[in-house]
């Protein structure tokens, strides 16, 4: 059973920054892409920032120079440094991984997996 575990969200002044953390648990074999979507009230989810295993990032436009994704060194936990916080970043915010897990009885086994989301509020 592999978990992600969002932290860090919470209520942020308008240009205030914030970091949120999610971190993997489980029979994790390895883990590739790491990513932050996000959802704001009546809105679809969209991609946020993501990172691969050999730390490649991108990230959508909005966010570019204010947001930073990194992952710790057993690349286990992904973080996502947001600065400059706007009217425009309120959301629900979403980790979400590529991850090889160990099944019992079937071996390894790749899926997409999502955590629970964390909010973020900007207001003053």
């Known amino acids: 059973q592999v978990q992600l575990v969002e932290s860090g969200g919470g209520l942020v002044q308008p240009g205030g920054s914030r970091r949120l953390s999610c971190a993997a648990s489980?029979?994790?074999?390895?883990?590739?892409?790491m990513g932050w979507y996000r959802q704001a009230p009546g809105k679809q989810r969209e991609m946020v920032t993501g990172i691969t295993s050999g730390n490649t990032t991108n990230y959508e436009d909005s966010v570019k120079g204010r947001f930073t994704i990194s992952r710790d060194h057993p690349k286990t936990t992904v973080y996502l440094q947001m600065t400059s916080l706007n009217p425009d970043d309120p959301a629900v915010y979403y980790c979400?991984?590529?991850?090889?897990?160990?099944?019992?009885?079937?071996?390894?086994?790749?899926?997409?997996?999502w955590g629970q989301g964390t909010k973020v509020t900007v207001s003053s």
């Open positions: 489980g029979s994790i074999v390895s883990i590739n892409e």
């Open positions: 979400t991984a590529r991850i090889i897990a160990w099944v019992l009885k079937r071996g390894p086994d790749e899926n997409d997996y």
